[in-house]
Structures are given as structure tokens and as C-alpha cells.
């Protein structure tokens, strides 16, 4: 079992920063990717940005270039460090952990991010 604890969530105005964390605990194995996802009212869960154990990341079009994932490997934490945000990127965001030799994905259970125009 793995447990994953989000936090940094609230809301901001547009153009402002926020930067959310994730912390795993349990069984933990390698290699092993972590990441974000996000879902707004309405719409389907998409990815926001991955990152392995090995540094590999990998962004949504809509983020790229304005947020950045980051890892502790070590202590097991992702990072979201979110600059320049709009209203679209207004969701509750899901930290997820997922050992590549398993097709299981571990969610956190979701902070909110509200983005005032």
C-alpha cells in the first residue's frame, strides 16, 4: 500500500504562483514515476506533469513552460511549482504514484487550486 498526502492548494489571482507538494509513504519501489493530474468541474481527469526517479518529466501542452515538477527521491515528495497561472488551470489536482513493474496507479485524495480572473 502506498499513501499519498497533497498540500499547497488554494486559491490565487491570475498571474500568481502556488506550489503544491506530495508526500508518499508504505512501499515504495523503483523505478517509479509520480506525478499530477488535474480534473475541473465538468471534464475528464488529464495529466499535468510526470516525473520519474530517473529525472525523466513529462508536461501537458497547456503547462509546459509555466510549471515545474521537481523530486526528493530520497524522502519520496513531488513538487509543483506553478507560475504564471490562469483560470483555466482552475481544478482539484491529484498526486499519483506508480511502480513501473505494476500497471497499479496510487491517487492522493486531491487539492483544490482556484485561479480568480
Known amino acids: 500500500q502506498v499513501q499519498l498526502v497533497e498540500s499547497g492548494g488554494g486559491v490565487v489571482q491570475a498571474g500568481g504562483s502556488l506550489r503544491l507538494s506530495c508526500a508518499a509513504s508504505?512501499?515504495?519501489?523503483?523505478?517509479?514515476?509520480m506525478g499530477w493530474y488535474r480534473q475541473a468541474p465538468g471534464k475528464q481527469r488529464e495529466l499535468v506533469a510526470t516525473?520519474?526517479?530517473?529525472?525523466?518529466?513529462n508536461y501537458a501542452d497547456s503547462v509546459r513552460g509555466r510549471f515545474t515538477i521537481s523530486r526528493d527521491s530520497a524522502k519520496n515528495t513531488v513538487l509543483l511549482q506553478m507560475n504564471s497561472l490562469k483560470p483555466e488551470d482552475t481544478a482539484v489536482y491529484y498526486c499519483?504514484?506508480?511502480?513501473?513493474?505494476?500497471?497499479?496507479?496510487?491517487w492522493g485524495q486531491g487539492t483544490q487550486v482556484t485561479v480568480s480572473s
Open positions: 516525473m520519474t526517479d530517473g529525472g525523466r518529466t
Open positions: 499519483t504514484y506508480s511502480w513501473l513493474a505494476s500497471s497499479y496507479d496510487y
Open positions: 508504505g512501499s515504495i519501489y523503483r523505478p517509479n514515476t
